[in-house]
């Protein structure tokens, strides 16, 4: 079962563009959304996260925007840089009791210069 | 500062031979430990969470098995390994539950 979907798999953009990336949950007890951004061969990093009880989320250049009644979520990454190209990923967890956190498919960012 | 270290870097193994990775926390006292497995191109899945020393939750069957022997150590192993363990493992810590997570830089597994 998929809890935490993304869209779209990959998304390329010119230096400049804002990307804006997808993601959506099924369990209405998630109340925690980290975003991470990967490099190929790293580990993930945390990005930027909200939490259900706001609808919006900014730092610097990274924007979540928060919809608890579509259960939608989405990343905007304004002024795109080539350096911000790796992947992204969206996840979720529950704070009571819970240790898990599942993540989405992730989304393949490419900024060309 | 706290640090993750894994190791080793990278294993190339033969199916049905035993395995052993590690993880150390330094810096942090009672960290909240994970081990992820994340395929070629594909999500992350948790596969185990420790609390504390001794305690090991598995999240996921994937005929793998981890333990606490210490508070900052964390080990993955199995007896058998299968085609299907192919991918980067990743050790973890939070300070608690929805905080970030650290990850460390990952073991690139190829069984063969």
């Known amino acids: 079962q998929q809890q935490v979907r993304q869209s779209p798999q990959s998304l390329t953009v010119w230096e400049g563009e804002t990307a804006i990336l997808n993601c959506s949950y099924e369990?209405?007890?998630?109340?925690?959304f980290p975003w991470y951004q990967q490099f190929p061969g790293e580990g993930p990093a945390l990005l930027i996260s909200i939490s259900s009880v706001s609808d919006k989320k900014e730092d610097g250049r990274f924007t979540i925007f928060f919809n608890k009644r579509e259960k939608k979520l989405s990343l905007h990454i304004t002024d795109s840089q080539p350096g911000d190209s790796a992947t992204y990923f969206c996840a979720a967890s529950a704070s009571s009791g819970s240790w898990q956190l599942i993540f989405g498919s992730g989304t393949q960012l490419t900024v060309m210069p | 500062a706290q640090t993750i270290h894994q190791w080793p870097v990278a294993e190339i193994k033969a199916v049905g031979s035993p395995l052993s990775l590690g993880c150390t926390i330094k810096g942090k006292s009672s960290p909240n430990l994970y081990w992820y497995w994340q395929a070629t191109g594909g999500t992350l899945q948790q596969l185990f969470y420790s609390i504390t020393v001794g305690q090991v939750e598995s999240v996921v069957q994937l005929n793998l098995s981890a333990s606490r022997p210490k508070d900052d150590q964390f080990i993955l192993s199995t007896e058998k390994l299968l085609l299907s363990h192919s991918g980067f493992y990743l050790c973890?810590?939070?300070?608690?539950?929805?905080?970030?997570?650290?990850f460390g830089k990952g073991t690139r597994l190829t069984v063969v």
């Open positions: 369990d209405s007890t998630f109340n925690y």
């Open positions: 973890a810590w939070t300070q608690a539950a929805n905080t970030e997570v650290f």
